[in-house]
């Protein structure tokens, strides 16, 4: 029996770049693969049927296709795999050697099969809140995913790519290290830019810079 009482370490990973394999081609591979895809893995599909989202993928070339089962040798290269096939004798074969070559996996709906679970996501732009209950009350993740996603609203996905952009003048023009920065960067975060670009208002990086760089130092 899994034991739901462990805990997860919970951490954000790079995968750009990185070879990410799916071991199955229906509907839950499919939602493994559309997810992926977004955090820029080269992604590679071993199996002998798949979904048509999934044939079209391989037709634009966002994706890789060994269209056959799997077989020992496929997870050679890999970062993080995802076996979503019905065969348990395949699921086990998919773990055992990811175990081997040190590969993140996940088998899905299977925790004692996996080194990593995949959390309920809510993305802004480069924000990302993720929410786990370890696999022991998925329902309420979801449900907790639906209330955050009410809570932040469009306007965090600018909120956060324009504070990047002030991140980046400002280590590029203020020196002094973080006793100097972290002043500016709690003065911006602390005022009421977030309630104005909700408002509408869409200020350059250059303009908060100006704004709130001489105020804050």
């Given at each position: 029996m899994p034991d739901y009482s462990k805990p997860?370490?919970?951490?954000f990973l790079d995968l750009s770049g990185r070879l990410a394999?799916?071991?199955?081609?229906?509907?839950?591979?499919?939602?493994?693969?559309?997810?992926l895809l977004e955090y820029g893995p080269r992604m590679r599909v071993v199996s002998p049927e798949v979904t048509p989202e999934i044939e079209a993928l391989v037709a634009s070339g966002a994706i890789e296709l060994e269209r056959r089962g799997y077989v020992r040798?496929?997870?050679?290269?890999?970062?993080?795999?995802?076996?979503?096939?019905?065969?348990?004798?395949?699921?086990?074969a998919v773990h055992a050697e990811a175990e081997e070559?040190?590969?993140?996996?996940?088998?899905?709906?299977?925790?004692e099969l996996c080194s990593f679970i995949v959390p309920s996501i809510v993305r802004r732009g480069t924000l990302s809140v993720a929410i786990s209950t370890g696999g022991a009350a998925p329902t309420v993740a979801k449900r907790l995913r639906k209330h955050v996603q009410e809570h932040l609203g469009e306007e965090w996905e600018p909120y956060?790519?324009?504070l990047g952009e002030v991140r980046v003048l400002v280590m590029e023009r203020v020196p002094g290290g973080e006793p100097v920065r972290k002043p500016i960067f709690e003065c911006i975060a602390n005022s009421d830019l977030l309630d104005?670009?909700?408002?509408?208002?869409?200020?350059?990086?250059e303009d908060v810079y100006?704004?709130?760089v001489g105020d804050c130092r």
């Amino acid at each position: 029996m899994p034991d739901y009482s462990k805990p997860y370490y919970p951490v954000f990973l790079d995968l750009s770049g990185r070879l990410a394999v799916i071991v199955g081609g229906g509907c839950v591979a499919e939602r493994k693969v559309v997810t992926l895809l977004e955090y820029g893995p080269r992604m590679r599909v071993v199996s002998p049927e798949v979904t048509p989202e999934i044939e079209a993928l391989v037709a634009s070339g966002a994706i890789e296709l060994e269209r056959r089962g799997y077989v020992r040798g496929d997870l050679e290269g890999a970062f993080i795999v995802v076996s979503a096939t019905s065969s348990e004798e395949v699921n086990r074969a998919v773990h055992a050697e990811a175990e081997e070559r040190g590969c993140l996996v996940n088998v899905v709906d299977v925790p004692e099969l996996c080194s990593f679970i995949v959390p309920s996501i809510v993305r802004r732009g480069t924000l990302s809140v993720a929410i786990s209950t370890g696999g022991a009350a998925p329902t309420v993740a979801k449900r907790l995913r639906k209330h955050v996603q009410e809570h932040l609203g469009e306007e965090w996905e600018p909120y956060m790519a324009l504070l990047g952009e002030v991140r980046v003048l400002v280590m590029e023009r203020v020196p002094g290290g973080e006793p100097v920065r972290k002043p500016i960067f709690e003065c911006i975060a602390n005022s009421d830019l977030l309630d104005r670009i909700r408002a509408g208002a869409r200020p350059s990086a250059e303009d908060v810079y100006a704004e709130f760089v001489g105020d804050c130092r």
